[in-house]
C-alpha cells in the first residue's frame, strides 16, 4: 500500500471543474428603470474562479484529513510490512529445517504455509480497500463541504457561476486574477470549520 493521498485533485478535477451555478432569483431589474445604467455589469452577472490547489493547501479540514488518511496508510503499510517479514521468517525456517523433516511433516507444514500466505494475501487484500472505502467517503465529505459553502457565498456574494482551476487539470485556461476569489472561499472555510470543531 504505497498509495499518495490524491483526495483533493481527484475531488476538485472532477467535482467543481464544471461549476457550481448560485440561485438568481433576486437579481435586480435594471432594465426600463430610471436613473441606472442598464449597461453596467453588476456583481450578480459574474463568474469567479477558485484556485483548488491553493484551497487544498490552506484547508484546514482538507490538511487534518489527509494527515489522517496518511496516518492510516502508514501504519497499515507497517503492519503489513511486520505480517509478511514474520511468514518470511516461517519459510525460512521451513527451508532450513525441511531435509530433517519427515514427508508428513513437510507436507503439513506446506499446507499450513500456503494457508498463511492466502491469508495475508487476503488481508492485504482488505487493508487496501478499507483505505479506499475511507477515502471515498473523506473525498465525499470534503466535496459537500467546499459545495455546500460556495452555494451559499455565491448566493451572497451575486456571483452566477464559480470555477475551478488546477495546475495539473487547466480545464481553465485563462481568467483575468481579478476574478480570483480563493483567498475569501479558504478563509470562509477554515472560519466554518473553525466553529464547527467547536
Do not use: W
Not at 472532477?14 to 432569483?25: D, E
Not at 484529513?65 to 516461517?90: D, I, Y
Not at 529445517?97 to 492485504?124: P, V
Not at 463541504?145 to 448566493?155: P, R, S, W
Amino acid at each position: 500500500m504505497s498509495k499518495k493521498v490524491s483526495i483533493g485533485k481527484v475531488v476538485f478535477g472532477l467535482a467543481l471543474g464544471i461549476a457550481i451555478a448560485a440561485c438568481n432569483n433576486n437579481k435586480p431589474n435594471t432594465t426600463g428603470t430610471a436613473g441606472k445604467d442598464s449597461t453596467a455589469i453588476s456583481s450578480s452577472d459574474k463568474i469567479v474562479y477558485v484556485n483548488s490547489d491553493s484551497l487544498l493547501a490552506n484547508y484546514e479540514y482538507f490538511k487534518e484529513v489527509q494527515a489522517k488518511l496518511q496516518e492510516k496508510a502508514k501504519k497499515t503499510q507497517s503492519e503489513l510490512q511486520a505480517k509478511g517479514n514474520a511468514f518470511q521468517r516461517e519459510v525460512a525456517d521451513y527451508q532450513k529445517n525441511a531435509a530433517t523433516m519427515t514427508a508428513e511433516q513437510r507436507q503439513s507444514t506446506e499446507e499450513r504455509l500456503a494457508r498463511k500466505q492466502e491469508e495475508l494475501g487476503k488481508y492485504n487484500q482488505n487493508a487496501n480497500q478499507s483505505f479506499a472505502n475511507d477515502e471515498a467517503q473523506e473525498q465525499e465529505k470534503l466535496y459537500n463541504k467546499v459545495a455546500d459553502y460556495l452555494k451559499a457565498h455565491a448566493k451572497e456574494k451575486g456571483y452566477k457561476m464559480v470555477l475551478t482551476y488546477s495546475k495539473g487539470n487547466p480545464a481553465l485556461l485563462f481568467a483575468d486574477e481579478s476574478l480570483e476569489i480563493t483567498k475569501e472561499v479558504v478563509d470562509g472555510l477554515n472560519a466554518a470549520y473553525k466553529k464547527e470543531k467547536k
